[in-house]
């Protein structure tokens, strides 16, 4: 499996960025995807995860109510739309997938990871 993910880039504060990971493969609709980030001096922290369905999503705190992760199995695509982006938020974004297919947030669970790419939030 491979993953690229795009859609990076310079915001101001308070605005919107969708990112979007491609993913090839021919098992892409099994598994659960996620999106990770990476700011500088910081460990690799989870951002949300979804199901293969769909059926489930899972946010991380600082995240929640503010970002929206989705998928469309049929392009192999997965996407994280953020709103009401903050400073807080700068970091490398990384697409992710779990072929045990379950929901989890621990980045070690996950098999396949894409190159990243960078989201930075100017105050």
């Known amino acids: 499996v491979q993953l690229q993910a795009c859609g990076g880039g310079l915001v101001q504060t308070g605005c919107s960025l969708r990112l979007s990971c491609a993913a090839s493969?021919?098992?892409?609709?099994?598994?659960?995807m996620g999106w990770f980030r990476q700011a500088p001096g910081k460990e690799r922290e989870f951002v949300a995860a979804?199901?293969?369905?769909?059926?489930?999503?899972y946010y991380s705190g600082s995240v929640k109510g503010r970002f929206t992760i989705s998928r469309d199995n049929a392009k192999n695509t997965v996407y994280l739309q953020m709103n009401s982006l903050k400073p807080e938020d700068t970091a490398v974004y990384y697409c992710?997938?779990?072929?045990?297919?379950?929901?989890?947030?621990?980045?070690?669970?996950?098999?396949?990871w894409g190159q990243g790419t960078k989201v930075t939030v100017s105050s």
């Open positions: 992710a997938a779990d072929l045990t297919a379950q929901l989890r947030t621990k980045y070690d669970f996950y098999d396949y």
């Open positions: 493969g021919r098992s892409f609709s099994r598994y659960t």
């Open positions: 979804i199901t293969w369905s769909g059926g489930s999503v």
